[in-house]
């Protein structure tokens, strides 16, 4: 059984940059579709980054240019650097994971896909 753990979550003031992980127990991760995810306060899950088994990556528009989705398969960790933060990127990070899929690339934004969740890490940005 897979078991997510996240951390490095915190608060920072807008502009500032966040780096946080995800550490991968029980399956190694290197061959898994990951993915990072975020919710809000009285907004829904929404996904930010996926990476795939072969190692490609994508985002969402709204972090485009800004975060970046890497794994340490060394580590088994999966990370999320988060730069030029804005207040609206305030929320509850999840990472996710499931085996690896053909369809990995192009439905990494699809929450339901994805058998394991981390309890999530805290992020705040102050304006």
């Known amino acids: 059984q897979v078991q997510l753990q996240e951390s490095g979550g915190g608060s920072v003031q807008s502009g500032g940059s966040l780096r946080i992980s995800c550490v991968v127990s029980g399956l190694t991760g290197s061959s898994r579709c990951m993915g990072w995810f975020r919710q809000a306060p009285g907004k829904e899950r929404e996904g930010v980054a996926g990476?795939?088994?072969?190692?490609?990556?994508n985002y969402a528009n709204f972090v485009k240019g800004r975060f970046t989705i890497f794994r340490d398969d060394l580590r088994n960790t999966l990370y999320l650097q988060m730069n030029s933060l804005k207040p609206e990127d305030s929320a509850t990070y999840y990472c996710?994971?499931?085996?690896?899929?053909?369809?990995?690339?192009?439905?990494?934004?699809?929450?339901?896909?994805?058998?394991?969740w981390g309890q999530g890490t805290q992020v705040t940005v102050s304006s």
């Open positions: 990476i795939d088994h072969g190692g490609r990556t």
């Open positions: 996710a994971s499931r085996p690896p899929a053909s369809d990995c690339y192009v439905t990494w934004g699809l929450s339901n896909w994805y058998s394991s």
